[in-house]
């Protein structure tokens, strides 16, 4: 279970975490805004005028094995059974939507972001740079996580930061209906699971990572997570402390890059772990209900001792009004 932030008082409220199975280290959660006060009703946001700031790879249709074969998963994430897929082919975006990218929308449109609407988000505990009084609040049980007052994709650690010193950064603190609406106005969309799988594995067949089956080949790191004793001490041995710029580590096997760690991104689906037992077998969408919208990849605070989400079969969720530090996305081209 995530970490709910709660909307009235501003703070990290108390929920019960999963024994052994811990999602902490991945992004609080929250519930709805009042109907009426979410970002994503408050701007025009049909005019498809940002095609041309995408880099999109071109994914040829095929039939790929989903899911863990390795018994890696955890349980309830339901990573199982592993069954073929087919897809048509798809374009997707080589990197996940900068800080740049994001900021021509803002500009364009006016939106803002459910976090501005909240007026907090939720920021590493190592990264933050709020005053005191800007700290609303930490999530019981993963005192890691803090509720900062002004933390939003335009201020990522507190209200004294600027995207702009970080442009090439993936934009963060973005939710579902904050991604939802930025593909409206950009003429693109979310991709769904299966295709963010079979993107993420790069041509590869049953492996585990986007690029094979070791962690660090020939003792290269990458992707970008936590190294040392989390929540307190990383010792920084892939050269990042919180998000890389796009494009820092070497792209998969399709020219897709940090297709694991960095950022979690969201997926158009909602999540039910019990839906790989039926779902269909071509173009499949994702069940029609569940809890939450999933997402994939990991981020930079995900480590193999609580949280190996950064394999390619890796799954969990989120509320679709949710967002914090480690939280992104990329987008597909329309057909």
């Known amino acids: 279970m995530n970490l709910p932030i709660t909307r009235l008082t501003g703070e990290l409220s108390r929920s019960a975490l999963n024994t052994g199975q811990t999602k902490g280290c991945c992004t609080p959660s929250r519930g709805p805004l009042p109907v009426g006060a ?5 701007a025009d946001t049909s005019s498809p005028t940002r095609q041309d700031a995408h880099l999109g790879v071109d994914i040829p249709a095929g039939t790929f094995s989903m899911g863990d074969a390795f018994g890696e998963g955890y349980p309830a994430d339901g990573e199982i059974p592993v069954h073929e897929v087919a897809l048509d082919g798809f374009t997707i975006d080589a990197i996940t ?28 505990h190592l990264l933050s740079t709020a005053r005191r009084q800007d700290i609303l609040g930490a999530a019981a049980g993963a005192p890691w996580w803090l509720n900062i007052r002004g933390a939003d994709w335009a201020h990522p650690t507190g ?14 603190h973005i939710s ?40 660090t080949p020939d003792g290269q790191h990458r992707c970008n997570i936590w190294q ?74 995900c480590h193999d001792s609580y949280c190996n989400r950064y394999r390619v079969a890796a799954r969990t969720s989120n509320t679709p009004e949710s967002s914090s530090g480690n939280l992104g996305f990329r987008t597909v081209g329309l057909t």
């Open 38 to 42: 979410s970002g994503s009703r408050n």
């Open 97 to 124: 939507v900068t800080n740049t990218m994001f900021a021509a929308f803002i500009q364009t449109t006016g939106y803002r972001t459910e976090a501005e609407h909240y007026g907090s988000s939720a920021v590493f």
């Open 159 to 172: 209200p004294n930061s600027n995207w702009q010193d970080i442009p090439e950064h993936p934009a963060v």
């Open 176 to 215: 579902h209906h904050d991604a939802i609406a930025y593909c409206a106005w950009a003429g693109r969309r979310l991709p769904t699971e299966a295709e963010w799988e079979y993107a993420a594995r790069g041509g590869l067949h049953g492996m585990r990572y986007a690029w094979g089956n070791q962690l």
């Open 228 to 301: 040392g004793n989390f929540p307190n001490t990383n010792t920084l041995e892939d050269g990042c402390a919180g998000t890389a710029p796009v494009r820092s580590f070497p792209p998969n096997g399709y020219g897709l890059y940090e297709m694991a760690g960095n950022v979690w991104e969201w997926c158009a689906d909602w999540f039910l772990p019990k839906y790989y037992r039926n779902s269909p077998s071509e173009n499949p969408v994702g069940p029609t209900i569940g809890n939450g919208r999933v997402m994939r990849g990991g981020s930079y605070l």
